[in-house]
């Protein structure tokens, strides 16, 4: 496949937490056949039992952060980072190098098999990741929506969700720094529809449904 007149498009996907990032990977993924580089996979792979991360964060907590079978209990990990700061920016200090490496080669691997290929960043910005992407993509839904649907997957209370919501730059802040605004308020059809024109619009210059 020759990409020297078309460059293979790289495709940064970020947003808030549960504003629907996943249903727009998947999309990519499974409608339109395009290679997904999740970076919650390789910050998972990156502490998985007996690695230097892990042992590291075994470290500074103790070893009752790990659950019987020797794995790294998430839940009382997020209880930490997400009301201490400082814990959070040393933990981010240890995955993101990791991740930033893993998603790199990868990207480079299959950047000459496809037109275009899908890095789901949460962190993007935070981060500073967005010299690996040629355009970003940011999922947004009002606040309310958005604390609805955290309440709902993490089993968290309002207060619980507020916290993991504020611990990452605002919406509004990564939708000022976007290529591509996909609006994730209405039904998953019209949130879809605008995947479709984003994917798809430098070649036929539609307007955003």
């Not at 007996?50 to 790294?72: F, K, N």
């Not at 998430?74 to 991740?99: M, S």
């Not at 990207?107 to 275009?116: I, M, T």
């Amino acid at each position: 496949m020759d990409h020297s007149a078309n460059p293979t498009r790289i495709i940064g996907l970020t947003g808030g937490i549960a504003t629907g990032k996943t249903t727009v990977s998947n999309y990519l993924a499974q409608h339109h056949q395009l290679p997904i580089l999740d970076a919650d996979l390789y910050a998972r792979a990156a502490v998985q039992p007996d690695s230097p991360i892990l042992e590291r964060i075994v470290d500074r907590y103790t070893s009752t952060i790990l659950q019987a079978d020797g794995s790294l209990d998430r839940r009382q990990l997020a209880e930490i980072i997400f009301n201490h700061p400082t814990e959070r920016a040393w933990l981010e200090q240890q995955i993101h190098p990791y991740v930033r490496q893993a998603l790199t080669q990868e990207r480079d691997r299959l950047r000459l098999k496809f037109d275009a290929i899908v890095l789901v960043v949460p962190l993007l910005f935070e981060a500073q990741m967005t010299d690996l992407v040629t355009e970003i993509w940011v999922v947004s839904c009002p606040k309310p929506q958005q604390i609805e649907r955290l309440m709902h997957r993490e089993s968290l209370n309002f207060d619980q969700a507020q916290v993991r919501i504020h611990s990452q730059m605002s919406i509004a802040d990564k939708c000022d720094r976007a290529d591509v605004i996909l609006q994730n308020s209405s039904t998953q059809d019209k949130l879809l529809e605008q995947v479709d024109w984003a994917l798809g619009k430098r070649k036929e210059g539609r307007s955003p449904p």
